[in-house]
């Protein structure tokens, strides 16, 4: 880690340009604020993701982080859906996102003793608005645990700090094994600054080079199997 005594920046540096994020283009905006719930937004690709409780929070961090996926929208697409009683009605969903393949998944987050409210929309959603989106999810806390957050959080911290260099050489490292498994604290070696090297594991793991073995908050005694 380079310590702020040490740090002596390069006169000829191109300063790094700052571009305010785009607003989410969602059908509706969160209230900034509210006493019972946790609202607020991050940021995917210079586009503003809004959430709007702790469960929407938890699960945009997790679409964020998932691998292939290169857009993500808050509060949207908005739907036109027949309930069972025939009547038509209005439903936001509150994520879309695309993977780099193309294809678009429609997401509502409830939670799992909440779900069934969803059928019906599901079940009912007009053919027009299905051009928006490939296919629709509910995603509950099962799948956005507390532990997947974190993960998640991690990742994305990984995805934007880590250097090119120190990714290369751990890949390095790890050529040949494939296959095999390792855990996270034999990743460290003396040769490397212990910050560098742990935002390159996050990034070979964000890179499923490293996929753990077992579901959970990942920490220095997981597990990964390592795929080349």
Known sequence: MVSATSFSPNPHDEPELWVPPRLHGGARNVPVKHMLKTN???????????????????????????????????????????????????????????FESGFRLAIAVKYEREKAKLHPVFAGVQTIHRALFDDMRIMTERHATKDDFRNAKTILWSREFHDEGHVRTLLSELH???????????????????????????RLIDLQVLKPVQRGRVNELTWFTINL
């Open 40 to 98: 607020g937004a991050s940021v995917f690709d210079n586009r503003q993701v809004q959430h709007e409780s702790e469960l929407e929070q938890q699960v945009s961090a997790v679409i964020q982080a998932r691998h292939g996926i290169v857009e993500v929208r808050s509060q949207f697409p908005k739907v036109a859906y027949v309930d069972p009683e025939g009547k038509l009605r209005e439903h936001i969903f509150d994520y879309w996102a695309r």
């Open 176 to 202: 040949g094994q494939s296959g095999s498994q390792i855990q996270f604290f034999q990743l460290y070696a003396p040769h490397v600054e212990r910050t560098d090297r742990t935002i390159a594991i996050w």
